[in-house]
């Protein structure tokens, strides 16, 4: 547990919730249901061993963050608690609760113990992949799917090594329980519907005769159905931009062509090398109070950006 001060909200409020969530007890001393509400939150922070932290501020004394909170959810009464994650405030709750619905809030939003595994697996397998150690990262990767099976960067990032070490069929073991939604029509989940398309491009290249394919181009540039295949087992080679090469030469002279196959496959491959946004950081304090963060800007990749225009160009 923490007490909460003008002096540290931004070192351990705001910067605190990027790492875990904080949930703030907004309390005073003359306040008796805060009296009540106190020990059963310093008790389930205990209880949810290191899940969240428990930080008290004391409205009387730090006016200026107890006003600004109730102002922006609408709150004129105390003890109000806030949580806190990702450095912003995200849900709350007023008056004191009992333990058990207390429970079912923070149930809400505080990482269970197996995501709280599966978390610390995807950053080892996180370090081993920048250190150039795939097959090592596969197995935190696995381990991290089995204990958290809702993680979705972990189970894009595990079907993705093994698609980079050429396990074709347990990378579609892997991928089916998410098959659904890359197949979505309506709202397709872009990254999944990314290995899907790698998944259909190693599929495609297995039975290609590539000798073939590149003299009926030779023959004929306007064949588009072998450009394509061409385009696939390069997907499946993993040069992805020759792939994106040879789908241009498509998309320039028919954007059309069986159902825009080409600028789908070019868009999966573009989700595929683009990496996920980074988490938001929180604002700077600039003497002044700023309790909401601020998106962090991913820098650019000039590869990406260079196919991202090209797209473009072509399109329009």
């Known amino acids: 547990m923490i007490d909460i001060t003008l002096a540290n909200f931004e070192a351990e409020l705001i910067q605190g919730s990027m790492t875990q969530p904080v949930l703030l007890d907004i309390w005073a001393p003359w306040c008796g249901p805060c009296k009540q509400l106190g020990p059963v939150l310093e008790k389930l922070e205990t209880a949810y061993a290191g899940r969240f932290t428990l930080a008290k501020l004391n409205s009387d004394e730090v006016p200026e963050i107890a006003t600004q909170l109730s102002q922006m959810f609408g709150v004129r009464s105390i003890p109000f608690c806030v949580l806190f994650s990702q450095g912003q405030p ?15 809030f923070l149930d809400r939003h505080v990482p269970t113990g197996e995501m709280l595994e599966a978390a610390d697996e995807l950053a080892e397998a996180e370090a081993l992949v920048a250190e150039g150690d795939l097959e090592a ?17 972990a189970r894009f990032d595990y079907v993705r090594a093994l698609l980079e070490l050429g396990l074709l069929q347990d990378a579609m073991a892997a991928f089916a329980p998410v098959a659904a939604q890359a197949a ?25 005769d590539r000798g073939a394919v590149e003299e009926a181009i030779q023959a004929n540039k306007r064949d588009f159905a072998a450009r394509f295949l061409l385009a696939q087992t390069r997907v499946a080679a993993q040069d992805f931009t020759g792939a994106m090469d040879e789908l241009l030469e498509i998309i ?46 991913p820098a650019g990749d000039p590869v990406i950006d260079q196919y991202r225009r090209k797209l473009s160009m072509a399109l329009f």
């Open 90 to 104: 995200v849900d709350g709750f007023v008056g004191a609760l009992p333990e058990a619905q207390v429970r079912e």
């Open 137 to 153: 990262a596969l197995t935190h990767l696995a381990q991290a799917v089995e204990a958290d099976p809702s993680n979705e960067a």
């Open 184 to 208: 979505d029509t309506i709202t397709p989940h872009a990254r999944f519907a990314a290995l899907a398309a790698w998944i259909a491009a190693v599929e495609a290249a297995a039975s290609a």
């Open 252 to 297: 320039m002279r028919d954007k059309a062509w069986n159902g825009e196959a080409a600028r789908k496959l070019y868009v999966a491959i573009l989700e595929l090398l683009t990496k996920p946004a980074p988490k938001a950081q929180a604002a700077e304090a600039k003497g002044t109070l700023e309790l909401s963060g601020r998106s962090a800007v």
